[in-house]
């Protein structure tokens, strides 16, 4: 089949789906490329908007980059439109030749232990989302306890701990919403204790973000000696890998500290495996109880069958995100991604009950790949999705309505309210004015509304 444009529909304007677009603008075909961007939300950048903190400005510099490709002006934007709900699969076979998901993943993967549900146990990524002005999360957030646990060993339950435990002044530079920084400087914290199943040479944290801990202003890291008992393993760990090296020498550092003097502390506790999150007679959240483990020989651990319990008035579960489900779209529910073979979605047979391409369908990003990996690694991802995406082009849909006015048709047929470029420009812009009103670079809008009224230029 002879082909002379692909007209593409890309669902995620998260950097997956952004670096996709820009991506194929770029490769070499031989056929015209138009391009549109659904999301979800009125504004793009996915996480980087909404999952990066606040106070880490460099990566959240990365949008400046996402933004050139945007403004280019070579890729429609339709912000404020959900697929599944606003769209359908069927109303892209219609008016797209091939469809790319990049939906990542926004919800918080589950931790299978007693006490997980009670009132005070919070999932990381709802924390984040509420910190990082997410529309769709509560305004308020329950920050009453004084004595908190974080159960994780990756960034994510350092970007937990280190927003709990930093005084709000010290963010006030940064973009976060009013909202948060009235909840954050009524917070009584005066302990956050992060819980690791396994020792300090196995953590997930990057260097950097650990380090980091260590320059919170009246803050101290309290790390335990018992935790640093070494095997083998974890010795040939420290001497083979630099990123095991540093992160070691950090927490060595911090065992020659001086402690005490500070009004909040930060305590790392390694080798202990959360194993229920207990009950203060009221349905609240009263302690966490956790396993001591052992190192088993191999870098991995082992339980040693004593248990120990701390009290604490909140827990924080930073064990993972996890993808969800698209309709109409095939999904792998033990790993929360949509099955692919190198970004080409895979369908089962139903008389076969083999896995077989579903034509014109691919992914890209964390719901390609798991939600696993930096930024940087969904533009890896999205060279080799575009790749098939072009290879592909005998097997592409065949749409009856290809035309892009048909598409703006459907949606105000609709009465979505949509935003494009123009829009999140004005957001932008509004959202910088209230931030050098304060002496901020931005300050971010929240409410979904006041978002799409400001993008529209409804707003009063
Ligand atoms: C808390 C946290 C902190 C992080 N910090 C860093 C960091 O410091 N440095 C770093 O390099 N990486 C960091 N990451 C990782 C980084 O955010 C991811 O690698 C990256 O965002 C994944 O990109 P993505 O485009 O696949 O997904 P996302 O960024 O999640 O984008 C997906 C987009 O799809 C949209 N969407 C979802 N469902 C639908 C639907 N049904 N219809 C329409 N649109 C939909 C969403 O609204 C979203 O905009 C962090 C991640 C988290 C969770």
């Known amino acids: 089949m002879t082909r002379n444009k692909l007209r593409l529909a890309i669902v995620g304007a998260g950097p997956a789906g952004i670096y996709a677009a820009d991506i194929l603008l770029k490769a070499e075909r031989n056929f015209d490329v138009s391009i549109d961007l659904f999301d979800h939300l009125p504004a793009p950048y996915g996480l980087v908007r909404y999952g990066v903190a606040p106070d880490h400005p460099r990566i959240k510099g990365i949008i400046t980059a996402l933004r050139e490709v945007l403004d280019r002006g070579d890729i429609r934007i339709f912000g ?5 709900e606003d769209i359908t699969l069927e109303d892209l076979k219609k008016h797209y030749n091939a469809v790319i998901f990049a939906t990542g993943a ?26 990082d002005g997410h529309p769709d999360f509560p305004r308020t957030w329950p920050l009453d306890a004084k004595e908190v646990a974080v159960i994780g060993n990756g960034n994510v339950a350092l970007d937990v701990s280190r927003i709990l435990a930093k005084h709000v002044e010290d963010l006030m530079s940064t973009e976060i919403p009013a909202n948060v920084a009235a909840g954050l400087a009524a917070s009584p914290v005066t302990d956050v204790h992060v ?12 260097p950097l973000e650990l380090r980091e801990l260590g320059e919170l202003r009246d803050v101290d890291m309290i790390v ?16 083979g890998n630099k990123q095991v090296f540093v992160i070691d020498k950090v927490l060595n550092q911090w065992r020659q500290r001086e402690v005490g003097q500070a009004s909040r502390r930060l305590h790392l506790h390694f080798f202990a495996k959360p194993i229920e999150i207990v009950d203060d007679g009221t349905g609240k959240v009263g302690a966490i109880r956790w396993e001591r483990t052992a190192p088993d020989g191999e870098g991995g651990v082992v339980g040693t069958g004593e248990i120990r319990e701390l009290p604490v008035q909140a827990v924080y579960r ?28 895979l369908i089962r047979d139903k008389e076969s009950g083999e896995p077989r391409q579903m034509y014109g369908v691919y992914a890209t990003g964390w719901i ?9 690694h969904t533009k890896s991802d999205a060279m080799e999705t575009i790749k098939h995406v072009i290879n592909d082009l005998g097997n592409w849909w065949t ?28 957001l932008d812009e509004h959202e910088q004015a209230l931030g050098s009103a304060e002496g901020r670079v931005r300050v971010k809008v929240v409410p979904r509304d006041e978002m ?3 993008s529209r230029g409804d707003a009063a």
């Open 80 to 84: 404020n439109v959900k697929f599944g």
């Open 106 to 131: 926004v919800k918080d993967a589950s931790l299978n232990i007693p006490g997980a549900e009670l009132e005070g146990s919070f999932g990381a990524a709802e924390f984040v989302s509420w910190f």
């Open 195 to 206: 819980f690791g199943r396994r020792g300090p040479t196995s953590v997930k944290f990057t």
């Open 224 to 239: 335990y000696d018992e935790d640093f008992d070494y095997d083998d393993a974890a010795r040939a760990a420290v001497a």
């Open 318 to 345: 930073a064990v993972g995100y996890f993808g969800s489900p698209l309709s109409g779209i095939p999904f792998d529910k033990k790993f929360g991604v949509i099955p692919n073979h190198e970004g080409q979605v």
């Open 368 to 376: 390609k790949r798991g939600p696993v990996g930096l930024i940087g």
């Open 399 to 426: 749409p009856e309505s290809p035309s892009e006015e048909s598409v703006v048709e459907m949606l105000e047929s609709r009465g979505i309210r949509w935003t494009d470029l123009d829009g999140w420009h004005r």
């Open 452 to 454: 799409v009224d400001i």
